[in-house]
Each structure stands twice: as structure tokens, then as C-alpha cells.
């Protein structure tokens, strides 16, 4: 029988205390992957180049991952909130045993595929043995990937959103020393190279999952053990699937729509290019505060609703809002002020620091938009309505986003930041949407506890 959660999250629940060990652990992310570019960067231009490419693959294989990974939080959040304590052993082995099956039939796939996925992209010759390597390491454990994310869900849902951040300052270290010792250090004479930067990753994976996993079963959080899905439970799998992939195709269509974007932007030259590449590492760190606010308030909601207290959820939303917009507005314009300082960071080109700055200050807009749409969206998904902010997803960004982008970046002339324009239109108009769609309350009635 599952452990009563000793954190427990209800409308009292402080935002900072959720929001805080999610804030950092989305900075050291962040961090990590410049950290990551920058060592390979000073050993290789083609390594970054096949790790880069390699990456484009599994970023998608994890969007796979984040179906069930998504459907947890939300399920698991509302059966605590309904303290439903006998049913939890049963979703975290559900859970973690779908996406560990899952997991490992796909990093199968990424090995044995890997070589028509590079002729699709045409990665160039030059890079095609280090992007082989990678795959067939970080690509071949990836299912260390899929049960860490289920794993991660569980930990916040149930209060312990400071694991999550522990883990990632593990991770950085484990993966800084690893490329250290394999690209300039003791272990540089094997010559790995990206070999070893793919040893670290796998390493710093493995440690990930082993430590969310001993803090599961030493807080006693619950039991994963295949009896606890015997009878299989088909319909609560059918409800996790129906959760996660409106949540999951949201995603692939925003990658598809930047793909999109960034196909406007390499037609505008090099400058551009950059510029945009430059400039998307300094808005990273705007998005940080108002992406962990909202994932903290999607805890607290999935709880609030799975406890019957609709209207609770309903005002700690908007509680949210207050918190978060003025952080968000405020981290956007100091961005912009500084950009001519901080964007030479990066480079001396002044034509760059000039379209950079217009990117910056579009991007103020950008942000104000964005956190209606985390803040907002993520509360709709914890009460269980994940179809509506997919459909409207798709509307504004193919309508908005893209035709609006091409019209004022490429039609109008404006260049990136027209294009940077589009996508200030449509995270705007679909936060408004999704926000009137929450005041409307039509996301009540559709929780997943029964």
C-alpha cells in the first residue's frame, strides 16, 4: 500500500516553496547545455556539429517519452488531491513500466536506424562517425531518459521538488568533469572525443535515475512492482494516453512551427542567423522564472481539482499570474536594456548587436504572451483538459505565428525581428484565448479521478 505523501500540497501550498528548486533546476539545465557546447565547441567544430545532429533526433524520441511522463504529473496530482492512496502503486508502476517497455523498444530503433536519419537530414560526411557514436550511446540508453522523466513527475507531484534540483547540479558536475577528463584532461590520450562526451552523458543519466529512484523508496512515496498491474489496468492507461498525447502533439507542433520560422530566418543570411542563435541563449534565462512558476501551479492545481476544490484552483491560477507576469516583464526588459552589452559576449559584429537588440525588445512581447500561455495551459492540462490548448495551439501558431512572421520578416522586409513579431502575435492572442477559456471555468468536470 502506498505511503500517504508526507508533503502535502493543497491551497495553503506557498508558490516560491514549489517554484524555487524548480527555478534553479531549469537553470542548471540550461547552463549545462552551453557548458556542453562550449567544451565540445573549443575541442571540435564538427563534433558540436554531430552532437548537435544526433541531438535533433532524441529530442524528438523524448517527446515520446513526455506522453505518459505529462499524463503522470496530471494524474498523480489529482488521485493525491483526491487522496486516493491505494490506487498510487498502481499508477507509478504503470507509469514507470510503460515508459521503461517504450523506452527501450525506441533507443532499439535509434541504433538501428540511425544511418537513414542521417541521409534524411544530410549530415554531412565529416560529422557522420561522431553522430553515429553518440547515437549509438546516448541514443542506445535513452530509456534511462524515459523512467527518469516519469520519475521526476512522481518526485513534484508529491512535494519533493528540491530532488529534481539536486539532481541536475549532479548531473552538471558528472558531466562537466567527464568531458573535462575525456576532451583535455588525464583520459584525453584515448581520444574518445565525442565518445567520451556521450560516456558522460550516459553516466550522468544513469546517476539521475538511481538517485530519483533510492529517494522514491526511502521516503516510502510508494512501491513499483508488477503485481500492483495485475489485472492489467487498461482503462487508467487509456486515460494516461489520452492526457499526454494532446500534450505531446502541442509539442511536435511547435517544433515543427520553429522549424518553420528558423527556414524564414537562414534565407536572410548569415547575420540573421546568428543573431537569432545569439540572442535565443539570453531569452533562455527570461523563460526560466515564469516556465517553473507555472509548473509549480500545475502541482498545485491537479491537486486542488482531483480534491473537489474547483474554485480554489481557480483563484490560485490567477494568484500566480500576479506573481509571475511582473518577474517575467521585468527579467524581459532588463534583457533588452543590456543586450548591447551582453550580446558581445557572443561577437563583435556590429550588424549582429543591431538586429539583436530589435530581437530583444519584440521578444518583451514575446514573454508577456508566453507566460499567460504556460501559467494558463499548464492548469488546463492538471484539470484535464489537454485537447482545448492543442487545438488552439495549432490555430495561432500556423495562423498567427507563421503567416504574420513571413508577412513583416520576409514580405514587409523587417527580418528576424518581423519574424520574432509573428511569434509575439501568437503567443499573445492564444494566451488571451486559453486565459478567457479558463474564466469561462469549461475545464471543470473534466478531472481523471473518479
Same mark, same amino acid.
Given at each position: 500500500m502506498a505511503t500517504k505523501a508526507k508533503n502535502v500540497i493543497n491551497e495553503n501550498t506557498s508558490l516560491l516553496s514549489l517554484t524555487g528548486p524548480m527555478f534553479f533546476e531549469l537553470l542548471l539545465i540550461i547552463c549545462l547545455n552551453n557548458i556542453d557546447t562550449l567544451m565540445?565547441?573549443?575541442?571540435?567544430?564538427?563534433?558540436?556539429?554531430?552532437?548537435?545532429?544526433?541531438?535533433?533526433?532524441?529530442?524528438?524520441?523524448? @517527446?515520446?517519452?513526455?506522453?505518459?511522463?505529462?499524463?503522470?504529473?496530471?494524474?498523480?496530482?489529482?488521485?493525491?488531491?483526491? &487522496?486516493?492512496?491505494? &490506487?498510487?502503486?498502481?499508477?507509478?508502476?504503470?507509469?514507470?513500466?510503460?515508459?521503461?517497455?517504450?523506452?527501450? @523498444?525506441?533507443?532499439?530503433?535509434?541504433?538501428?536506424?540511425?544511418?537513414?536519419? $542521417?541521409?534524411?537530414?544530410? !549530415?554531412?560526411?565529416?560529422? *557522420?562517425?561522431?553522430?553515429?557514436?553518440?547515437?549509438? @550511446?546516448?541514443?542506445?540508453?535513452?530509456? @534511462?531518459?524515459?523512467?527518469?522523466?516519469?520519475? !521526476?513527475?512522481? #518526485? *513534484?507531484?508529491?512535494?519533493?521538488?528540491?530532488?529534481?534540483?539536486?539532481?541536475?547540479?549532479?548531473?552538471?558536475?558528472?558531466?562537466?568533469?567527464?568531458?573535462?577528463?575525456?576532451l583535455y584532461g588525464p583520459l584525453s590520450g584515448l581520444n574518445f572525443g565525442v565518445k567520451g562526451v556521450a560516456i558522460s552523458t550516459v553516466v550522468a543519466r544513469t546517476v539521475a535515475l538511481l538517485v530519483a529512484l533510492v529517494v522514491f523508496f526511502r521516503k516510502k512515496i510508494g512501491r513499483i512492482a508488477v503485481r500492483y498491474i495485475i489485472p492489467f489496468p487498461k482503462r487508467l492507461l487509456f486515460k494516461m494516453i489520452n492526457i499526454g498525447i494532446p500534450s505531446a502533439g502541442e509539442n511536435v507542433s511547435y517544433s515543427l512551427y520553429q522549424l518553420v520560422l528558423l527556414s524564414f530566418i537562414n534565407s536572410m543570411g548569415n547575420?540573421?542567423?546568428?543573431?537569432?542563435?545569439?540572442?535565443?541563449? #539570453?531569452?533562455?534565462?527570461?523563460?526560466?522564472?515564469?516556465?517553473?512558476?507555472? $509548473?509549480?501551479?500545475?502541482?498545485?492545481?491537479?491537486?486542488?481539482?482531483?480534491?473537489? &476544490?474547483?474554485?480554489?484552483?481557480? &483563484? *490560485?491560477?490567477?494568484?500566480?499570474?500576479?506573481?509571475?507576469?511582473?518577474?517575467?516583464?521585468?527579467?524581459?526588459?532588463?534583457?533588452?536594456?543590456?543586450?548591447?552589452?551582453?550580446l558581445r559576449f557572443f561577437t563583435d559584429n556590429e550588424s549582429i548587436i543591431r538586429v539583436g537588440c530589435y530581437i530583444m525588445f519584440v521578444d518583451i512581447f514575446i514573454e508577456i504572451g508566453r507566460c499567460l500561455n504556460l501559467t494558463f495551459v499548464n492548469s488546463l492540462k492538471a484539470a484535464g483538459d489537454c485537447m482545448y490548448p492543442l487545438i488552439i495551439g495549432l490555430i495561432t501558431m500556423w495562423g498567427f505565428g507563421v503567416t504574420v512572421g513571413y508577412g513583416l520578416g520576409i514580405f514587409f522586409g523587417l527580418g528576424v525581428a518581423g519574424v520574432f513579431a509573428g511569434t509575439a502575435c501568437d503567443e499573445i492572442i492564444r494566451g488571451l484565448i486559453v486565459m478567457r477559456h479558463w474564466t469561462k471555468r469549461k475545464w471543470i468536470g473534466k478531472k481523471v479521478v473518479e
Open positions: 565540445l565547441g573549443h575541442y571540435s567544430v564538427n563534433a558540436v556539429g554531430a552532437v548537435g545532429n544526433a541531438n535533433q533526433l532524441m529530442s524528438l524520441v523524448i @517527446l515520446m517519452f513526455n506522453i505518459i511522463a505529462t499524463a503522470t504529473s496530471v494524474v498523480v496530482a489529482q488521485y493525491l488531491g483526491a &487522496k486516493e492512496h491505494k &490506487k498510487m502503486n498502481t499508477i507509478y508502476t504503470l507509469a514507470f513500466g510503460f515508459n521503461l517497455v517504450i523506452g527501450v @523498444l525506441l533507443s532499439i530503433c535509434l541504433v538501428l536506424f540511425k544511418e537513414p536519419y $542521417m541521409n534524411l537530414i544530410n !549530415v554531412p560526411d565529416i560529422m *557522420r562517425a561522431d553522430a553515429a557514436v553518440y547515437t549509438n @550511446l546516448v541514443g542506445g540508453c535513452l530509456f @534511462l531518459q524515459a523512467c527518469y522523466n516519469v520519475m !521526476v513527475q512522481i #518526485l *513534484r507531484c508529491n512535494g519533493y521538488t528540491k530532488v529534481g534540483m539536486y539532481i541536475s547540479l549532479i548531473v552538471n558536475v558528472i558531466n562537466i568533469c567527464g568531458n573535462y577528463l575525456f547575420d540573421a542567423v546568428n543573431a537569432k542563435v545569439f540572442c535565443q541563449s #539570453l531569452i533562455s534565462f527570461a523563460i526560466v522564472f515564469s516556465n517553473s512558476a507555472a $509548473m509549480a501551479t500545475q502541482i498545485i492545481t491537479g491537486h486542488l481539482v482531483g480534491a473537489g &476544490k474547483e474554485e480554489a484552483a481557480y &483563484k *490560485r491560477v490567477f494568484q500566480t499570474l500576479k506573481i509571475s507576469m511582473p518577474v517575467t516583464i521585468g527579467i524581459a526588459v532588463i534583457n533588452w536594456l543590456i543586450c548591447p552589452y551582453t
